[in-house]
Structure formats: C-alpha cells, structure tokens
C-alpha cells in the first residue's frame, strides 16, 4: 500500500535550521507530486510548498518563499522538506502528503492531499 | 488568498444522529476544487472527499459532500462514535488553503 514515512522529532534553537524526509513507497516515486503542510499548536493546517517528484522544480507558499527548501532523491524514492531561521512560532507538526493525482492525469497541478506522512514535531526553543 | 471559514467551530451531538459541517469560501472555488479531511488525536489528516462531492477510497456512504462557489457541506448522516474527530476543509483551486476545522464531540 501506498506509504509516508517520515523522520523523527527535532528540537531546534532559534536561527537554525531543520530538514525533514519523507520516504514514499508502494507506488512508482516519480509520477506524483509531494506537497509540504504544517500544524502549529491549535492553529489551522498552513501549505508550505510542493515539488512534482518527477521533474524537481518546487514551488513555495509566499508565506514561506526564501525560508523554505523542498528537494528529492528519486533514488532514494524520498523527499525532503528544509526550513531555516527557525523562530518559536515555527515550532509545528510537520507533514508530507502525496497529491491525489497522478502527474498528467489532472487538468490542475496541484489537488487534493492522500496519504499523508505520519508527521514530524519540530520544537524550536532556546 | 481564498479564506475558508468553516461553521460551526464545535458540534455537538450523539451517535445515530446528522452532522452538517459548513465551509464558506472568501472567493468563489473554481471547478469545485475543495476536500474535506477528517483529524483525530496525534493522527494526520485523513482524505474524506474531494471535488467538493467524490468519495476517497474505502470512506463509508454515510460521508457525503456538496456544494459550489463559495459554500460547501459535509454531511453525516449517522454519526458512528468513529467520527468524533476535527474535520477540515481545504480549497486547491487558487493556491491551497485549509479552514480552521469543526470540532465535533459527543453530546
């Protein structure tokens, strides 16, 4: 079945950085495109970017635009997710979710989110 | 930016019964690109329907979603003590957003 397994927790301080994976499996890495969504405590789920798996051209939320990273490893069937300059309001659970269509198969690029990872907690504190 | 508002943002109710979430959109949503995901405790969200009224893979009949434009419904029409979680929606039509969830708990 098709799965999202993330990296464990990290704790981070103020100013640094923090990346996360998300390994895919249970379908063919490159034909789907993988987004980026955070949940800061008792806040509304926040988009932060996606990259189309097959082609590495990743595009960012405004919100996040020179912050944040997203890369893959086609080989490695895993996607990556960096964000710098950490502040204590990026202090999150941070999740990968795979787009609901396959690339090409949609009239738009980006969709409906499933499955989602698991989720990882970055905590930034001093 | 599309805002989604979803109403209301607590309900209340008892196993057997109808549940109708809303979600109100700032802007209309184009060609109905709007999901709605379920939440429970320490768990990722979980795909229930997208394009405002398809069902996603191995979700019950009892979810149903409809709507266009800027408002949308989720119904459910008897509530399983399985569905007492935080639902969210999330418009894909204009960028992506999410609305803030409607908590629904057992009365």
């Known amino acids: 079945q098709v799965q999202l397994v993330q990296s464990g927790a990290e704790v981070k301080k103020p100013g640094a950085s923090v990346k996360v994976s998300c390994k895919a499996s249970g379908y063919t890495f490159s034909t789907y495109a993988l987004h980026w969504v955070r949940q800061a405590p008792g806040q509304r789920l926040e988009w932060m970017g996606w990259?189309?798996?097959?082609?590495?051209?990743?595009k960012y939320s405004q919100k996040f635009q020179g912050r944040v990273t997203i890369t893959r490893d086609t080989s490695a069937s895993t996607a990556y997710m960096e964000l710098s300059s950490l502040r204590s309001e990026d202090t999150a659970v941070y999740y990968c979710?795979?787009?609901?269509?396959?690339?090409?198969?949609?009239?738009?690029?980006?969709?409906?989110?499933?499955?989602w990872g698991q989720g990882t907690l970055v905590t930034v504190s001093s | 930016e599309i805002v989604l508002t979803q109403s209301p943002g607590t309900l209340s109710l008892s196993p057997g019964e109808r549940a109708t979430l809303s979600c109100r959109a700032s802007?209309?949503?184009?060609?109905?690109?709007l999901a709605w995901y379920q939440q429970k405790p320490d768990q990722a969200p979980r795909l229930l329907i997208y394009?405002?009224?398809s069902r996603a893979t191995g979700i019950p009949d009892r979810f149903s979603g409809s709507g266009s434009g800027t408002d949308f419904t989720l119904t459910i029409s008897r509530l399983e003590p399985e569905d007492f979680a935080v639902y969210y929606c999330?418009?894909?039509?204009?960028?992506?957003?999410f609305g803030q969830g409607t908590r629904l708990e057992i009365k």
């Open positions: 990259i189309n798996a097959g082609r590495d051209n990743p």
């Open positions: 394009g405002a009224s």
């Open positions: 999330q418009q894909y039509g204009s960028s992506i957003t």
């Open positions: 979710a795979r787009d609901g269509c396959r690339v090409g198969d949609c009239y738009s690029p980006t969709n409906w989110f499933d499955p």
């Open positions: 802007q209309s949503v184009s060609s109905s690109y």
